[in-house]
């Protein structure tokens, strides 16, 4: 086999009761498996129990993956050609440096990238140094429903676009995506400037990391595009991602009503209702097959040295905007792009009591 792969975090087999962790690592271990040209060399988490449930589900039982408990040792002993780090994101910026150090020659990280604007662009620079490949998981970017919005935009049935919209729970974890997705229908189209306000009224963290109770976040790409992202309570836009043009609009995700939802319509020019094409497939939240598409272009990527869909540099610009919209709360005031900061606006206000005092969510 052609690369040597390593995972660092392991996570949990099934998602028990109780328990928060996805268990991404597992979905990143089939797509490996699923290339034909990987073979799961070493394991590396500070659970032994959740590295050998892993081993028994995904190794070779002729060649099973040598367990870690340290992941330094494990870089420095395996020396993996690829790593996937699924730890969660204050553990990503650390771990990915230290397998650019290593020599790895592709590291694909979970996402969200990292808890600081500093932390994400120091990982990055870290893989430009060493020649390391380093892709990020906003495995949307393979997902029917998604793809078939941009393919749609991109035929021209909305006319020009105007205006991008999205809802979810917070920006950092899940707003990660939806700033990537943007990104995507709109061909990396570098953002000019963000306008955002956030509030933290009772703590609220995921994946250990605190994010905000609600937001909303404005932002202008350079041709004149407007972007919204709407996080919270209250900030239903009656689908996941809206993508509004000059003769007509894309939903994608829609609301149906009793809680049905639909993985894409549109009505576009001479249409009177909408219309719910045939995408290709349905797969609304379940991420395996993306994710698994986007380890084979990453491992497709490496041998022909192209840049992969799921690139860092790509990932950076969707983080850019997490913290641009932070930082525009923080200055009241707009943000003009490249961001100029290093820490998480978030996590300062918190720290220095400007946010967080406490309130209710209705
Ligand atoms: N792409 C997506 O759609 C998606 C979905 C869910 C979660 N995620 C992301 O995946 C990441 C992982 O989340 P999860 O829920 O899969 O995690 P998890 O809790 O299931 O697993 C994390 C593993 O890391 C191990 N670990 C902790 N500290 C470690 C260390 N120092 N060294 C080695 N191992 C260590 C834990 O023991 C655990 O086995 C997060 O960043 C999360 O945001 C992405």
Known sequence: MPYRVAIIGCGRPIRTEGATGFGQSHLHARGYAASGK?????????????????????????????????????????????????????????????????????????????????????????????????????????????????????????????????????????????????????????????????????????????????????????????????????????????LLGSEGSIEVQPRLGEGRRAPLRLRGKGDDDWVYPDVGGDRLSGPTEGVSQGILDLIDALEHGREPELSAARALRATELIFASYESSRRRGRVDLPLMIDDSPLLAMLEGGEIGRGGRVD
Not at 93 to 114: D, L, N
């Open 38 to 242: 990987c073979e799961l060399v070493a394991l590396a988490d500070i659970s032994q129990a959740n590295a050998e449930a892993f081993a028994a589900e995904h190794g070779d039982p002729a060649h099973p993956p040598a367990i870690y408990l340290d992941y330094q040792q494990m870089l420095a002993e395996v020396k993996p050609d690829i790593v996937s780090i699924c730890t969660w994101p204050h553990l990503h910026a650390p771990m990915t440096i230290a397998c650019a150090e290593a020599g790895v020659r592709a590291v694909h990280c979970e996402k969200p990238m990292a808890p600081t604007w500093g932390e994400a662009r120091r990982m990055a620079d870290a893989c430009v140094q060493s020649g390391t490949q380093l892709t990020f998981n906003h495995q949307r970017r393979f997902e029917a429903p998604f793809r078939a919005a941009k393919r749609l935009l991109h035929e021209g049935v909305i006319g020009s676009l105007q205006r991008l919209e999205g809802t979810c729970s917070n920006l950092f974890d899940w707003g990660t995506h939806w700033f990537d997705m943007f990104e995507f229908y709109h061909d990396e189209t570098p953002v000019r400037w963000v306008l955002a306000q956030i509030d933290y009224r009772v703590e609220n963290k995921v994946f250990g990391v605190p994010v905000e109770t609600q937001a909303v976040s404005l932002f202008q790409y350079e041709d004149g595009v407007l972007g919204q992202l709407l996080t919270g309570p209250d900030s239903s836009i009656g689908c996941a991602n809206r």
